[in-house]
């Protein structure tokens, strides 16, 4: 029995980054996405083994079916949540990738479009674009035909088509956020104007926990002005330290020690598109316990 269980801890083990990948893309939550992991390593030990053929495959259709189950279920919350909605940050300076062949449906920009999926559109995408799982596996995981998984796949596509942003060099979003940070710490108006795009939109998520703006703030002068005038007060004592969140150059913003805020920056052809200010408490817990190691 203990040899078993071994076995079953040595298959699990093996896939548990991307099993993670899968339920963090799905839900945009970290602390959701460990939830759903270890649910499935629960059902993985309560599973008759021997008649598994294929290990990686059946925990990551558990995996990818709590986590439709559990994104329903969010979609309810989500529509009360107070204020803007943003994803959980998730450090990936030692994991750039989150257990995927690629770095997709990782970026806050795409998980936030994501939102507009239906839970299996969400799945289907996440399974085909972010691991490349085969059409014929994604229709058994989704419990679709393969037509309709082809169709799930497109139809999702089709949603994010137009909202696309141009990919930049880590290097130059890195340089455009520290110039973002100079114009902001000293209130430089002009400076926070020539560094924005026409339409951006600034979001602060803060959940209702903290102070923050309830409302997105969009165009450049709001933006300028919305950063500008709390400039005297916010940034009095805080500790700036660089991070790479999903993929990201980020900030993480501290006082006395703790973690209170991650910044990150939405790049555009004509310079900053968006402004994400990730400040609810409970969604800082991933970044925070990296940062204490």
């Known amino acids: 029995m203990e040899a078993n269980l071994d076995e079953a801890l040595a298959a699990f083990q093996a896939v548990r980054g ?9 839900l945009g939550s970290a602390s959701e996405a460990e ?12 599973t008759d083994r021997t008649v598994v053929q294929d290990p990686p495959a059946f925990l990551a259709t558990a995996t990818t079916r709590l986590a439709i189950n559990a994104l329903q279920s969010a979609r309810s919350q989500r529509e009360t949540y107070i204020g803007p909605w943003l ?4 450090d990936t300076s030692a994991d750039p990738t989150l257990g ?32 490349a799982y085969p059409y014929e596996q994604i229709c058994e995981i989704v419990q679709v035909s393969e037509a309709a998984a082809r169709q799930l796949v497109s139809r999702a596509r089709k949603h994010l088509t137009g909202e696309r942003r141009r990919e930049v060099p880590q290097s130059e979003q890195r340089r455009l956020l520290g110039a973002f940070l100079a114009a902001a710490k000293t ?3 002009i400076q926070l104007e020539q560094l924005l795009s026409e339409d951006v939109v600034s979001y602060t998520d803060g959940g209702g926990v903290v102070r923050a703006s309830k409302f997105p703030v969009i165009g450049r002068e709001r933006v300028a002005k919305f950063v500008r005038a ?18 990201q150059a980020s900030v993480m913003l501290s006082k006395d020690g703790a973690t209170f805020a991650v910044i990150t920056l939405v790049i555009g052809a004509r310079g900053i598109d968006q402004i994400l200010w990730m400040m ?8 925070t316990a990296r940062a204490a190691v």
């Open 18 to 26: 991307r099993l993670f990948g899968i339920a963090y893309r799905m």
């Open 35 to 46: 939830d759903i992991v270890q649910e499935a390593w629960l059902r993985w030990q309560g």
């Open 87 to 90: 994803p959980e940050p998730v």
């Open 100 to 131: 995927a062949e690629r770095a997709e449906a990782l970026g806050f920009a795409v998980l936030v479009m994501l939102e507009r999926l239906t839970p299996t559109e969400r799945a289907a995408y996440v399974l085909r674009e972010a691991f």
């Open 187 to 189: 209130g430089d108006l």
């Open 230 to 247: 709390f400039h005297t007060h916010f940034w009095n004592g805080v500790d700036i330290t660089e991070a790479e969140t999903n993929g």
């Open 280 to 287: 609810n408490p409970g969604k800082l817990g991933a970044v």
